[in-house]
């Protein structure tokens, strides 16, 4: 009969320096930590750092006044403290898994468990995923607090600059470059300000780092520049492990019951270890101001080009036609709609309502609306019908001087900015209308 798995079979595979090779491993796979500065281990669970506060100020000696009398100065300092904030993993295993001579499992294992790591800690420390509240509010959010944000304009060598400005203006230097996976390419695309493809540019030889293990969100930022050794952090080496053979594994945020290691002939390695971060952000010659960063981001340009989503609705609308109802209507990238709004009487397609049933109408067409939830709001929401994605308004001259607002599946997406209308009066509708009267009525005589 096959011997059972016991705790002894499972602990060989953790050696010291097996633990040791998974914090060599860790720094190698966490990119912030490639290029941020490590401190000495901490010795405690908290770790002082004095940083400069306030500079000296150096006058010229005057000796005419105060009989060359010197001044006085003063300096300030102020502690950033690292905390020791735990991490923790499991690592569930198939003891079936153990059993197979012929399959290295700490090979298995080990790679999961440094990419694991890595990614909690890039994701904490650059955009405060399920940061701990010693560690901050994250690198890009500080960043946006901060207003040290570059939008992108399509030319990325110009943008980085930019960028790297924005940090040089808070008097450091850049010595990095970070962002996601899909910035390789456009570096291998990425020419100067002549044509040229990187080579011997100062952008060219910074270090870039590209985060592979899934802690990058494009859709916050698309690269960071920074003096990285200005971001600090230490580990405690309190380092521990520990085998699991009868623990229920829980999904931390739903409460789900993930694994019944008994009732799944499974065995599971949680390891755990401690470590702190932190950016003193130490004030500076150049910059002494609160808005001070050593880090700036560049973003995408999320700018949506309001003419490519919607336009003038054309042909049949509510049993009028389009050139009833408005002429040369335009719509700008910007959303600005201009053009001219006739005067309709007995607009009965639009509304039950006699009231309701006489001005200016604007009819636009949103395509998105066909395969999406597309609501308009002015004074009212209404839902743009799918069928022919038209969407039509009663606009007098106060709702022109308002916004509309477009929702795209519940979120905003842009506003349309009516201003630029012009809306043709009752009276001058009734003159249009006589004067082709009267056109006819000559046609008429003449015929």
């Known amino acids: 009969m096959a011997q059972g798995i016991v705790r002894s079979d499972v602990e060989t595979l953790i050696e010291p320096q097996v ?20 401190l000495n281990n901490m010795t405690s669970d908290t770790t002082k750092i004095k940083v400069v506060d306030e500079l000296p100020l150096v006058y010229f000696v005057n000796e005419e006044k105060n009989n060359g009398r ?19 993993v499991i690592v569930p295993i198939k003891e079936n898994l153990l059993n197979d001579v012929n399959i290295n499992v700490w090979g298995e294992i080990k790679p999961k468990l440094i990419q694991a790591i890595g990614n909690k800690i890039d994701g904490a420390v650059l955009f405060g995923v399920d940061a701990p509240k010693s560690w901050g509010k994250g690198l890009i959010p500080t960043i946006i607090e901060k207003g040290k944000e570059v939008t992108e304009t399509g030319k990325l060598y110009s943008d980085i600059n ?6 040089e203006k808070s008097g450091y230097n850049v010595t990095g470059l970070v962002g996601g996976v899909g910035l390789k390419g456009k570096f ?60 229920v594994i829980q999904d931390p945020s739903t409460g789900e019951i993930l694994y019944n290691l008994a009732q799944d002939d499974m065995v599971a390695l949680r390891l755990t270890f401690r470590m702190g971060y932190a950016i003193p952000n130490v004030v500076n010659i150049l910059d002494q101001s609160e808005s001070r960063y050593p880090f700036a981001s560049l973003k995408k340009n999320d700018v949506v080009k309001v003419s490519e989503k919607v336009a003038k609705a054309t042909g049949s609308i509510l049993g009028k036609t389009d050139t009833d109802l408005q002429e040369n209507v335009e719509i700008s990238d910007d959303g600005k709609v201009t053009g001219k709004l006739k005067y309709i009487k007995g607009f009965t397609g639009f509304s039950n309502t006699p009231k309701l049933q006489n001005g200016n109408y604007l009819a636009l067409k949103i395509a998105e609306a066909e395969n999406k939830d597309v609501r308009v709001r002015l004074n009212e929401e209404k839902k743009v019908d799918p069928s022919d994605q038209v969407v039509v308004f009663r606009l007098g001259e106060q709702e022109i001087h308002q916004p509309v607002f477009v929702y795209i599946d519940g979120k905003e997406a842009y506003r349309l900015d009516l201003s630029g209308l012009e809306l043709e009066s009752s009276s001058g509708a009734e003159a249009i209308a006589m004067k082709s009267k009267v056109k006819v009525n000559a046609f008429s005589k003449e015929d």
Not at 162 to 167: C, E, L, R, S
Not at 236 to 241: G, K, S
């Open 19 to 38: 633990v040791q090779e998974i914090f060599d491993s860790v720094t190698k796979d966490s990119k912030f930590m490639q290029l941020a500065r490590r």
């Open 188 to 247: 291998r695309m990425m020419t100067d300000t002549t044509g040229q493809p990187l080579a011997n540019t100062e952008i060219g030889s910074l270090p870039r780092i590209f985060v592979d293990n899934g802690a990058w969100d494009n859709n916050k930022s698309m690269l960071v520049a920074g003096d990285f050794s200005q971001a600090v952090y230490a580990i405690r080496q309190d380092v521990t492990y520990k085998i699991l053979d009868q623990a």
């Open 162 to 167: 930019d960028v790297m400005t924005k940090v």
């Open 70 to 88: 010197k001044n006085l100065t003063r300096m300030a300092w102020d502690n950033v403290f690292l905390y020791a904030e735990e991490l923790a």
